[in-house]
C-alpha cells in the first residue's frame, strides 16, 4: 500500500509539473511576441481552462495536492494552476476554500491564501486585503488593486510574510519601468475590456 501511495504522488507531482510548465511556456511566448499585454490572449485562456480542469479532477480524488504529497514543487505547481484559473470562478474559489483548509493544518503556505484570496476578490470587483495585487489604474500608472483597510495592511502582509507594501509597490514599478505606459485612455479601455470579461465568465453579476 506504501508503495502504491509513493508511486500516485510521484506520478501526481510530475503532472503537476508538467502542467505548470506548459503555463510558463505559453505565457514566455506570447510576452515575448507582446500578444500577453493584449488582452487575454485565446491561448492563454486555453491553457489555464485545460490545467483547471485537470487540477479540479485531481483534487476530488485526492484533495488539495500538498507539500506532503506531491512535494514542495509540486505543490508550488499546483498552487499557480490556481491562481490562473480566473476564466472559471467556480473552480477558482472551491480551490481557495481547499488551500484555506489546508492552511489551518500548516500543509499550504498563508502566504499562498493571501495571495490567492487577494485575487479572488479582484475578480470579484471586491478590495483585496493583503496589496498583492496590482493593476493599470485610470491614469494609466500601475498601482495596488485597492486594499480594504489600507491602514493596517502592513499588519495583514507580515502576518503572511510579506514586507511592506511600499516596497511592494516600489519593486512592482521598478521591474515594469521599461513597459510601455498606458495612456489615460488606453487604461480606461483596457478596464473597461476587464469588467466586460469578468461578467462575461461570471465573476461579477
Known amino acids: 500500500m506504501k508503495s502504491t501511495a509513493m508511486l500516485v504522488s510521484r506520478d501526481l507531482r510530475i503532472e503537476l ?6 503555463d ?8 515575448a511576441s507582446g500578444e500577453l499585454f493584449r488582452g ?8 489555464h481552462r485545460t490545467n483547471t480542469a485537470r487540477l479540479m479532477a485531481i483534487c476530488e480524488g485526492v484533495g488539495w495536492p500538498t507539500v506532503a504529497l506531491v512535494g514542495e514543487d ?10 490562473h484559473s480566473i476564466g472559471d470562478p467556480q473552480a477558482m474559489r472551491c480551490g481557495l476554500a481547499l488551500v484555506s483548509e489546508a492552511a489551518e493544518c500548516e500543509a499550504v503556505s498563508p502566504l499562498q491564501v ?12 471586491l478590495p483585496q486585503r493583503f496589496g498583492t495585487q496590482f493593476h493599470w489604474d485610470e491614469v494609466g500608472d500601475l498601482n495596488p488593486w485597492p486594499i480594504e483597510d489600507p491602514d493596517r495592511v502592513d499588519e495583514r ?22 513597459a510601455a505606459q498606458l495612456t489615460p485612455a488606453e487604461a480606461r479601455a483596457q478596464w473597461l475590456e476587464a469588467e466586460a470579461w469578468a461578467r462575461s465568465v461570471g465573476w461579477r453579476d
Open 17 to 22: 509539473l508538467t502542467l505548470a510548465e506548459e
Open 24 to 31: 510558463q511556456r505559453v505565457r514566455a511566448e506570447l510576452a
Open 40 to 47: 487575454y490572449h485565446p491561448r492563454m485562456a486555453e491553457t
Open 74 to 83: 509540486g505543490a508550488h505547481a499546483a498552487w499557480l494552476i490556481l491562481q
Open 114 to 125: 493571501a495571495m490567492l484570496e487577494d485575487r479572488v476578490r479582484m475578480l470579484s470587483g
Open 157 to 178: 502582509r507580515q502576518m503572511v510574510g510579506l514586507g511592506p507594501l511600499a516596497e511592494a509597490v516600489q519593486s512592482m514599478q521598478e521591474r515594469t519601468s521599461g
